[in-house]
């Protein structure tokens, strides 16, 4: 049977669509692709005080987490890992910081705590502000978007979220969709 032009656009098309859908999915892809974890930690901002009591909810007894309210990155590397971290040995690290860096962040911050939590043999992923969320306090400064960048140029897995806003515009209505889809993302069975 002989192929017409308009079955090899077909093809193409499906392969086209097929390469865009994986290009789409691929950076929660990559994050699921970690063999599934035994210990979990999450360390970060006040996007941990939220999303650390609902994911505890979800993960039990192998989670533990930490978080402070306007952390920053430069704070973090500070203060050093907590040492419950040390002890707790988890397999992967949830990171969420970078929200409260201002209008430069500083990528050195970012890979000294990605270099102290792969000491410790963890696997980390960063948990990326909300979609929505601009950050900053004028409107001269909106930092996420180069936080954003920041945190993909680390070349470790991340997780983002379109959950919605609540009425301060940076932190959700409520925490705990954004926890269910951090779950379902790293492969742990809610």
Known sequence: MPVTPWKILTVA???LGAFGLVSLFSRTASAAMLSAPRRIALIGDSYAVGL????????????QYEGHVGESTSAQVAAGLPAWLVSFQPDLVLVSLGVNDGCSPNSANYRAIL?????????????????DVYGGSTASCQNVPAVRDV??????????TRTPLGGDGLHPQSYSPWAAE??????VRT
């Open 115 to 131: 270099q102290a939590v792969r000491g410790l043999g963890a696997n980390v992923v960063w948990i990326e502000p909300p979609a």
């Open 13 to 15: 098309s499906a392969a």
């Open 52 to 63: 650390g009591p609902e994911l505890a909810k979800l993960l039990g007894s192998d989670f």
């Open 151 to 160: 945190i993909e140029s680390l070349g470790v897995p991340t997780l983002s």
């Open 182 to 187: 951090i779950a379902q993302a790293i492969q």
